[in-house]
C-alpha cells in the first residue's frame, strides 16, 4: 500500500513538473534480484545455509536419539515394572518436549540472523542505488518488486548495473 501511494506521488510530480524543466528519469531496480544475483548476497545465503545445514544435522541426530529411546521403551515394555515403564515414559516426554523447544528457538535463532543479514545487506545496496542515482542523474529509482510496476521500458531497468555496482563496492572493502 504505501509503495503504490508513493508511485502515485512519483507519477502525479511527474506529470504536474513544467515542460520546460528537464525530463524526469526514472530508473526501476528489483532489489531481491540485486541481493540474490550479487557476490555479497550469495555469500550472505551460503554463510547462513551453512549454519542451517550444520544446526540440522544436529537436530536430526537428537531427533534419531529420541527415536532410539522409545523403541527401546517399547521393547522393554512388557519386562519393566510399572513404576519403571512410567518413570521411562515420563523420561521420553521431557526428552521430546526438550527437542520441540530447541528446534523452535533455533528456527527463531536462524530467522533473527537472517533478518539481520539481510537487513546488512540491503542497507549496502540502498547505498549503490543512492549513489548510482546521484551520479547518473535520476528523478527517481523504484523498487519493482514492492510495487505494481505494470511496465519497464527498455534501459528503465537498471538492476544488471546496480549488480555489477554492488560486486565493484564490495570488492573494494
Keep these: 500500500m504505501k509503495s503504490r501511494l508513493i508511485l502515485i506521488v512519483v507519477a502525479a510530480l511527474l506529470c504536474l513538473a513544467p515542460v520546460a524543466h528537464a525530463e524526469a528519469k526514472l530508473g526501476i531496480v528489483d532489489v531481491q534480484r540485486v541481493i540474490d544475483e550479487s557476490n555479497r548476497g550469495k555469500a550472505a545465503r551460503d554463510l547462513l545455509q ?91 529509482i523504484l523498487d519493482g518488486t514492492q510495487g505494481p510496476v505494470l511496465f519497464v521500458g527498455d534501459g528503465v531497468d537498471i538492476t544488471a548495473q546496480i549488480v555489477e555496482r554492488f560486486n565493484q563496492s564490495a570488492a573494494g572493502k
Design 50 to 140: 551453512e549454519r542451517f545445514e550444520k544446526e540440522k544435522a544436529d537436530l536430526e541426530q537428537r531427533g534419531k536419539a529420541i527415536e532410539l529411546f522409545k523403541e527401546d521403551l517399547e521393547k522393554q515394555a512388557l519386562v519393566l515394572t510399572p513404576e519403571k515403564r512410567a518413570e521411562k515414559q515420563d523420561e521420553l516426554q521431557r526428552r521430546i518436549k526438550e527437542f520441540t523447544r530447541l528446534k523452535k528457538d533455533k528456527q527463531e535463532e536462524f530467522n533473527k540472523k537472517q533478518m539481520q543479514v539481510l537487513r546488512e545487506v540491503m542497507g549496502a545496496v540502498m547505498k549503490v542505488i543512492q549513489g548510482y542515482g546521484k551520479e547518473q542523474g535520476y528523478t527517481a
